[in-house]
């Protein structure tokens, strides 16, 4: 099993007197949030296309801005988080969320893409800010050994708002979408609404009494790099990869669908729900079989149908190229998890550190998706979804030999 030690935390009482229960429920909010925010830029990708008459490329900036933030913000929300704690760090992530989600108003009103661009980055800063906060948070919360099994059944309640963010995404903004160049209003009340909801989110959170992990003062520091860590190293990699091939195809399933299966927009768009609600399934099924079986292996397993179930894709057509792809969501659904266990295996009074890093290394949703947008552009959709199965080979990898310490 993939264990984080838990020798550098401390509660400040027993274990088994602490009642972690609000602490997980805030973080099961927490991660709905992020999860129905993170997602509804699928929909904002092709929305944007159509407003401002962009390409595949161009489009693609809208995760690009989202996900580029991780590669540069990541390091300073964990130093963030070390000085202010994790209540008062998922406050503020909250609340700079919520600022980013506001600036849609402006950016809507003048019809501007770079101003959305910006707003993105700025939504994008409050949510790396709650996930650096979160995840070792949830790991530390409750017994080492099941760190894996308890991240993942908390990103299962995510999940359902990344199921739910395609199809709010396809009533309330693609449902008033007409073809050709338009006013981006459709987006204006949806986001006014998000902006309340993180605020009314950040104010309950402020109130409630969460378990105060801190580092023990009888702790003694290690020496030398976060990366002399050889799984450290390697999980860095593989967690950019799989991000990045995660975010390319939720990107760009809509309009992969609408060229596949000849339909409209909005429609498509409502198959991404099951791309996302495969993740949703996966993750609490994952959430128990991570509990019996190692989760390299079921990582490897993972990795290998993902690959395949893309490969059958691209190389068929109609509904089965359809299915094939959306199916690699069930698959993903306990690879980040996984991934980012296995990483902080071993590396003890580190984590927080080494936590940054990791989450870092969700700009792979920036590089491979950008990456991905050029290739559909000059290219086809054939090619460009070989980004995705190199990624999902490294992955393969990390399960089978990059996750040792040796």
């Known amino acids: 099993m993939a264990q984080i030690p838990l020798s550098s935390t401390y509660s400040g009482a027993d274990s088994g007197q602490q009642n972690y229960v609000p602490a997980l429920a805030a973080l099961g909010v927490l991660y709905f949030m992020m999860g129905l925010i993170t997602c509804l830029n699928d929909t904002l990708v092709p929305f944007f296309k159509n407003s401002f008459s962009l390409t595949y490329t161009q489009s693609a900036l809208v995760q690009f801005y989202f996900f580029f933030t991780y590669g540069i913000v990541s390091i300073p929300a964990g130093s963030l988080v070390e000085k202010f704690g994790y209540k008062r760090s998922m406050v503020l992530g909250f609340l700079v969320a919520a600022s980013g989600t506001f600036l849609f108003f402006p950016a809507s009103i003048m019809h501007h893409y770079n101003l959305f661009l910006a707003a993105l980055f700025v939504l994008a800063i409050g949510i790396v800010i709650l996930q650096v906060a979160a995840n ?18 908390i990103q299962g ?61 009888d702790q003694v520091k290690e020496t030398g790099s976060v990366f002399g860590f050889r799984n450290l190293k390697f999980g860095v990699i593989a967690l950019f990869c799989y991000v990045g091939a995660e975010v390319s195809i939720g990107s760009f399933l809509t309009n992969y669908i609408v060229d596949i299966l000849a339909v409209s927009e ?25 509990k019996f079986l190692r989760p390299s292996l079921v990582l490897a397993i993972c990795a290998l149908c993902a690959f395949l179930l893309i490969l059958i894709s691209i190389n068929t057509g109609g509904y089965l190229a359809v299915w094939t792809m959306i199916a690699v969501g069930l698959f993903n659904s306990v690879m980040f998890a996984t991934i980012f266990s296995l990483s902080l295996s071993g590396v003890e009074s580190y984590a927080t550190k080494a936590s940054g890093w990791l989450s870092t290394a969700i700009v792979g949703g920036a590089v491979v998706s950008f ?35 040796m």
């Open 157 to 217: 309640i995510g999940s359902l708002g990344t199921t739910i963010a395609p199809l709010l995404g396809s009533w309330l903004i693609l449902d008033s979408a007409a073809p050709g160049p338009q006013t981006s209003d459709a987006v204006r009340l949806p986001y006014l609404g998000i902006t309340a909801l993180l605020v009314l989110i950040a104010t309950i959170v402020s109130r409630l009494r969460l378990p105060d992990l801190r580092s023990r003062p």
């Open 371 to 405: 990456a991905q947008g050029w290739l559909i552009d000059h290219y086809s959709w054939g090619i460009a979804f070989i980004l995705p199965l190199i990624c999902y080979s490294y992955v393969l990898f990390f399960g089978l030999s990059g996750h040792k310490q």
């Open 136 to 153: 070792p948070y949830i790991s530390i919360l409750g017994p080492a050994q099941t760190a894996s099994s308890r991240l993942t059944l």
């Open 266 to 290: 909005k429609l498509a768009n409502s198959f991404v729900a099951f791309y996302w609600g495969g993740m949703l399934v996966g993750r609490f099924l994952g959430a128990g079989l991570l």
